[in-house]
């Protein structure tokens, strides 16, 4: 028996599951110890009923899901509009060598999940979606990445992808915090922090409260951002036959517009509204992309696909131990920003944090520096080197 939910019903029960999840990620403890999205854990329960009744009710149940492209355009068009470049020069040498770190980092798993893929018999592009897709990108990446490298030929691709960012949010939760204590004790450090000061954001308004207006004008914006967007990447695609997704053509639009902004100063970005539509578009989408999982996708691939992973973490624990400590300057700032890269590395943003604020608070000094470039390279500015690389592995492995 074939079950279609419509649009407007998939749209509610998307909705539900959104703040299902949201409140199960905040108060059951499992969730919060890993940093577990709430999206992930609404729309994966979802799934998880569509594999029961599919497998055991002979019932296959499919949600529309058309909504979810314009909340992933919308969402990566604020990732871009967030990616202001003169914020590197304020971050100072710190936020300059950890975001070389993350663009490399961002290289290197692909070329070994695209490595161990060919060994392990697989598509190559699994091998991606194993890599900075799933891992550096986390869930939003993986759930916009995924149905791209199904068009290009790679079956289960969406699964993988996710399996593998849900993989990557556990371990850099679990390794992050005990690595960093490790090189504290290691290398005997002195718990000390350096300031490095305030990041200010020019072109955006991060004062004045949410209203009408600024919701309206800041919609208005993103939308003009995502038509161009999509646009000239269409035209790229033409004339170049090389696949540009829309949300990576809007992102990159978004960037250029920014950084025009912040030299000309044509408008005022409002910084609380922009993250509101950030939140919501990409909980609605994520949410989504759970939802229409396929998980008997993972039947074949299990094996090879945590032998790959398990290989990513071993090489990103050894260049942050080996590299990344050694460059930031051996000390205890270098020591909590190395258990951040962990938790972004294999997880997202929000693990980095988690992972810094439980060593600062096990040593009694949280890290300035860490708390300030680890998000602002996590959360924006990998993205700038990050998704043009994903975007062009998929193209040439294809």
Known sequence: MQIEIGLISSAAITLLLLLFGAWAARSWKVFSMFAIPGPVVGGFLFALVVLGLREWGSVELTVDTTLQSPAMLAF??????????????????????????????????NLVGI?????????ELLGI??????????????????????????????????AAATFGLIAGSLIGGPLATWLIKRNNLAVE????????????????????????????????????????????????????????????????????????????????TLKLISDVSLGY??????????????????????????????????????????????NYDAAVICGGMMGHGLGGTPNAVANMDAVGRKHGLQSKVAMVVVPLSGAVLIDIVALPWIVFCLNWVA
Request: aromatic content about 8%; some cysteine; glycine content about 12%.
């Open 115 to 123: 490595g161990l893929a060919k060994v392990l018999g697989l598509n």
């Open 76 to 109: 990566f068009t604020t990732i871009g509009l967030g990616a202001s470049l003169s914020l590197i020069k304020t971050g100072g040498r710190f936020l300059m060598v950890y975001l070389l770190a993350c663009w490399s980092v961002a290289i290197l798993q």
């Open 285 to 330: 989408f994520l949410t989504q992309a759970m939802m229409s999982l396929k998980i008997w996708d993972l039947y074949d691939l299990a094996l090879p696909l945590l032998v790959i992973l398990l290989v990513q973490v071993a090489v990103l624990a050894a260049l942050v131990v080996l590299v990344v400590f050694r460059v930031l300057g051996r």
């Open 193 to 272: 922090t350096h300031d490095i000061g305030n990041v200010e954001e020019r072109g955006v308004d991060n004062d004045s409260d949410i209203s009408e207006g600024s919701v309206t004008a800041t919609a208005a914006v993103i939308g003009v951002v995502v038509v161009i967007g999509v646009y000239l990447g269409e035209l790229f695609g033409e004339w170049t036959g090389y696949s540009l997704p829309g949300y990576v053509g809007a992102m990159l639009i978004a960037i250029v517009l920014r950084n025009l902004n912040d030299a000309l100063g044509w408008v005022k970005i409002h910084g609380k």
């Open 129 to 162: 979606m194993a890599g900075a897709v799933s891992l550096e990108g986390g869930h939003g990446a993986a759930a916009a990445f995924g149905p791209t490298a199904e068009e290009l030929g790679a079956e289960g691709a969406t699964a993988v992808a996710i």
